[in-house]
């Protein structure tokens, strides 16, 4: 799992992430390509590589001549365009025109605070309602983690906003052009809590 905090932006048509030390009068500072990012994580030996990708705070910015975000859709592409066998997925913090919120109160991201929790062991067996295979095991797994963080995002932002907004993280796998469905892949197991030491 790779998660990652910083401002996506579309600059002349390639997709980057900015570095604290980006300057807009310097080509060479502060950006990276986000294509040469998921290139570096695709060779990792890892069996199963989940990016998490908490990018959609900044919707415009004219300095840069960026009158319309297009990183989440130059996303898709450099996703489409890796190598299946690669098994990277790209979990985004919102869709395409979408902004990602900001929990002023857990001083973080709603799309940080509801992965952190779904990993924590929240989104285990989140899906048993639907999939009576799918009971709470200490296992989170690829789907239900999904499932977990898509839905309660999208609650925050439609509660929050008084449903003026909304929020829809996406599900991106490498070789593809379209969002997937998440597969029965397990992520982590979940410790099981600690025994108490008996007084006596």
């Given at each position: 799992?790779?998660?990652?905090?910083?401002?996506?932006?579309?600059?002349?048509?390639?997709?980057?992430?900015?570095?604290?030390?980006?300057?807009?009068?310097?080509?060479?500072?502060?950006?990276?390509?986000?294509?040469?990012?998921?290139?570096?994580?695709?060779?990792?030996?890892?069996?199963?590589?989940?990016?998490?990708?908490?990018?959609?705070?900044?919707?415009?910015?004219?300095?840069?001549?960026?009158?319309?975000?297009?990183?989440?859709?130059?996303?898709?592409?450099?996703?489409?365009?890796?190598?299946?066998?690669?098994?990277?997925?790209?979990?985004?913090?919102?869709?395409?025109?979408?902004?990602?919120?900001?929990?002023?109160?857990?001083?973080?991201?709603?799309?940080?605070?509801?992965?952190?929790?779904?990993?924590?062991?929240?989104?285990?067996?989140?899906?048993?309602?639907?999939?009576?295979?799918?009971?709470?095991?200490?296992?989170?797994?690829?789907?239900?983690?999904?499932?977990?963080?898509?839905?309660?995002?999208?609650?925050?932002?439609?509660?929050?906003?008084?449903?003026?907004?909304?929020?829809?993280?996406?599900?991106?796998?490498?070789?593809s052009a379209d969002e997937v469905d998440a597969l029965h892949e397990v992520l982590l197991q979940i410790d099981e809590p600690a025994s108490k030491e008996s007084k006596e």
């Amino acid at each position: 799992l790779v998660y990652i905090k910083a401002h996506g932006v579309s600059i002349n048509g390639t997709a980057y992430l900015l570095e604290e030390d980006f300057a807009l009068s310097d080509p060479a500072a502060g950006r990276l390509s986000i294509a040469d990012v998921l290139s570096y994580i695709a060779d990792s030996p890892a069996r199963l590589k989940l990016v998490a990708l908490d990018t959609g705070h900044l919707e415009s910015d004219p300095q840069m001549g960026m009158l319309t975000n297009e990183f989440t859709h130059l996303l898709k592409q450099a996703v489409a365009g890796m190598r299946a066998n690669s098994n990277v997925w790209v979990l985004t913090s919102n869709s395409l025109f979408e902004r990602a919120l900001v929990s002023h109160k857990d001083r973080r991201s709603a799309f940080a605070y509801y992965l952190a929790e779904g990993l924590s062991g929240k989104a285990d067996g989140v899906l048993s309602d639907q999939d009576k295979t799918k009971v709470a095991d200490r296992l989170v797994q690829l789907d239900e983690l999904i499932h977990f963080v898509r839905g309660y995002v999208g609650q925050y932002a439609r509660v929050t906003s008084d449903d003026q907004q909304a929020q829809t993280p996406m599900l991106l796998r490498a070789g593809s052009a379209d969002e997937v469905d998440a597969l029965h892949e397990v992520l982590l197991q979940i410790d099981e809590p600690a025994s108490k030491e008996s007084k006596e």
